[in-house]
């Protein structure tokens, strides 16, 4: 995961880098409430660690900026607090700060990865939409994501399952299906795009995320090995789809920038309040 550590205090910002460097996490640490906001924006963090009392911006108040923001509305957000008075005072809930989780400050590091653990391959329950994260092929992610309807043929878990595909791009595939996999499980894909040919390709899981009561998951897949022609035939797809949706050439991107699968997410306990 792509960590963001925001505290002021020089110990606790190495000690949960060296923590979470060690179990494979990228970090990226900064001191102080403003640092916070604009590195969530450009490193794209998938879990912020922060600081309740942080200088020029308060921990809570970069909850409240990074919630109001389409581009970090759905990061999860675990605060870390060395006293006891911000926990009460939310009556031990995190949400009262439109936070995640806490976290008492000092703790033990299989404590800190184990909070960490829980959001793996997830997203906060004040984003409205779960979003893909596509290859970083340049740090605008700048890949489409179309529309197709044809039967896709994968290789899960040592089981040969066929599911209709819902959206595609250079960078991945979206599709439903009856069961959850944890993300950086491997995929075999095969299947065939009309008038193109077949696309065969390795994947993995980005996120798994379910989307109706009914144990219905939206399951987002990233390619990490396409062969050249497989690409091709997806290009050649992509490219025919944008001529007749936009025959004028216009920039098709969201207006956020980063291009990503979009799958509504059931709304949890607290929005239903």
């Known amino acids: 995961m792509r960590i963001l550590v925001a505290d002021d205090d020089k110990f ?3 000690i949960i880098r060296k923590i979470c460097e060690q179990a494979g996490h990228t970090v990226r640490v900064v001191c102080d409430g403003e640092e916070a906001v604009a590195a969530a924006i450009e490193f794209e963090p998938e879990l912020c660690i922060m600081d309740v009392i942080l200088p020029k911006l308060l921990g809570t108040e970069v909850c409240r900026k990074l919630r109001a923001s389409t581009r970090t509305a759905s990061v999860p957000i675990l605060l870390m607090s060395s006293g006891v008075a911000e926990i009460e005072a939310a009556k031990g809930d995190p949400g009262e700060f439109l936070a995640d989780d806490f976290i008492h400050k000092p703790f033990r590091p299989e404590k800190l990865l184990d909070r960490i653990a829980r959001f793996s391959g997830q997203h906060s ?21 179309l529309p197709i309807d044809v039967d896709l043929t994968a290789h899960i878990a040592q089981a040969l399952v066929q599911h209709p595909l819902i959206n595609i791009s250079t960078g991945g595939v979206y599709l439903e299906i009856e069961r959850s996999l944890p993300p950086g499980e491997r995929v075999e894909l095969r299947f065939a795009i009309p008038d193109v040919g077949l696309v065969a390709a390795t994947g993995e899981v980005a996120w798994c995320l379910e989307i109706s009561p009914q144990s219905l998951w939206g399951l987002g897949i990233r390619f990490v090995d396409v062969p050249a022609e497989s690409l091709a035939r997806i290009r050649r797809y992509v490219d025919a789809l944008l001529c007749v949706s936009n025959p004028a050439g216009g920039d098709v991107l969201e207006e956020e920038g980063p291009a990503e699968f979009v799958v509504p997410l059931r709304i949890g306990e607290r929005d239903e309040k």
Do not use: C, H, I
């Not at 329950?125 to 489409?144: E, H, I, Q, S």
């Open 12 to 14: 606790f910002r190495e």
């Open 125 to 145: 329950a004040y984003g409205k939409t779960a979003r893909m994260a596509l290859p970083r092929n340049d740090d605008r992610r700048r890949a489409v994501r």
